[in-house]
Nanobody, 122 residues
Framework: QVQLVESGGGLVQAGGSLRLSCAAS????????MGWFRQAPGEERDFVAT????????YYAGSVKGRFTISRDNAKNTVYLQMNSLKPEDTAVYYC???????????????WGQGTQVTVSS
């Protein structure tokens, strides 16, 4: 089992920045690729970004590419999502998830955090 706890969400004005963190415990963190997803009210859970186990490979949704950066620190068992130039349409609950390889498909992921709310005001 892997336990994931997100933090860092909040209310920010459009154009601002936030950094989300996801702390992992349980099994060896470096055995898992990590992903960030988001879900707005009434919407499906959408892919945001994913990172390989060693951190060398990343992949982003087109809507966030160039604005968001995913990274990880395996020594700290933590994955991050740096979000810059935030827009109101980025408002959602953000989730981190773990899987054996990077994927943009939510159904591939085995473990999920509880989510953290990000609200971007216009």
């Amino acid at each position: 089992q892997v336990q994931l706890v997100e933090s860092g969400g909040g209310l920010v004005q459009a154009g601002g920045s936030l950094r989300l963190s996801c702390a992992a415990s349980g099994r060896t963190f470096s055995d898992y690729a990590m992903g960030w997803f988001r879900q707005a009210p009434g919407e499906e859970r959408d892919f945001v970004a994913t990172i390989s186990r060693d951190g060398f490979s990343t992949y982003y949704a087109g809507s966030v590419k160039g604005r968001f950066t995913i990274s990880r620190d395996n020594a700290k068992n933590t994955v991050y999502l740096q979000m810059n130039s935030l827009k109101p349409e980025d408002t959602a609950v953000y989730y981190c998830a773990a899987h054996s390889f990077p994927s943009s498909r939510p159904n591939d992921y085995d473990y999920w955090g509880q989510g953290t709310q990000v609200t971007v005001s216009s």
